[in-house]
């Protein structure tokens, strides 16, 4: 059986007792990157056979994984945070279970994606999900205008060495429209910045982000009344 088990994405605390129960019992487990997940699995005193999938070796990792899995070991998928399959590796693994008829089932958990929406007080209603931003500028702009055409709430990874690239684009193609940087989600910086493309590009460029980031971009619905632009942080214990 293939466990796709997800993991926090900050704050260790949010682990689940299904995720460590999973991760106790399998046979292996297969981390995007062992170095980082060890860090977890040291936390909660799990000892167990280990070995890297990620993007550069997804291909020839999953013919092993799947192998093993016809011959009934039950294997763990985990990747640095979140869900597996979510911007990282994984979904090739599932695919081949799919079409091999081998058995599988997602451990829930943890969602930057989802903590994101909710935290910015945008339409959670509907919602368009669209993985990282181009690295090159002109698709990056695309993509924007691509979301400012679209009713629901769009969300995006970027990287905090691109975000204000990202937020200058965005005056000149949305410049009017609601966004929000979520920043350090459940760690003991997780900041929820919201306003308009100037004002946070204004702000970035005096205080270079750093960490995780989700950016979100209001849909063409206007927003609620009880709304409001302007910082919103929550501590927590990292």
Not at 9 to 20: E, Q
Not at 197 to 224: D, F
Request: with cysteine.
């Amino acid at each position: 059986m293939l466990y796709v088990v997800a993991t926090p994405i900050g704050n260790l605390g949010d682990t689940t007792f299904r995720a460590l129960e999973v991760l106790k019992s399998a046979d292996l487990i297969a981390a995007e990157d062992t170095r980082h997940s060890g860090m977890l699995l040291k936390h909660f005193g799990i000892k167990k056979p280990f070995i890297s999938c990620h993007e550069h070796n997804e291909a020839m990792r999953t013919a092993q994984l799947i192998e093993r899995l016809a011959e009934g070991e039950n294997i763990a998928l985990i990747t640095d945070a979140g869900t597996p399959g979510l911007s990282d590796p994984g979904s090739r693994l599932i695919r081949e279970c799919i079409k091999r008829e081998l058995p599988f089932t997602v451990i829930p958990g943890p969602s930057s994606i989802l903590t994101a929406l909710v935290g910015s007080g945008f339409s959670t209603e509907k919602f368009c999900f669209r993985g990282f931003l181009p690295v090159k500028s002109g698709q990056r702009e695309r993509e924007l205008r691509v979301a400012a055409e679209r009713g629901e709430t769009a969300i995006f990874f970027d990287s905090p060495y691109r975000l204000t690239k990202t937020l200058a684009a965005c005056v000149d193609v949305i410049p009017d429209r609601q966004l929000c940087v979520a920043r350090e989600l459940t760690k003991k910086f997780e900041e929820f910045r919201r306003g308009v493309a100037h004002e946070l590009l204004a702000h970035y460029q005096v205080h270079p982000p750093k960490g995780e980031i989700v950016l979100l971009i209001s849909g063409v619905v206007a927003l609620s009344a009880g709304w409001q632009r302007g910082e919103v942080r929550s501590m927590h214990g990292s």
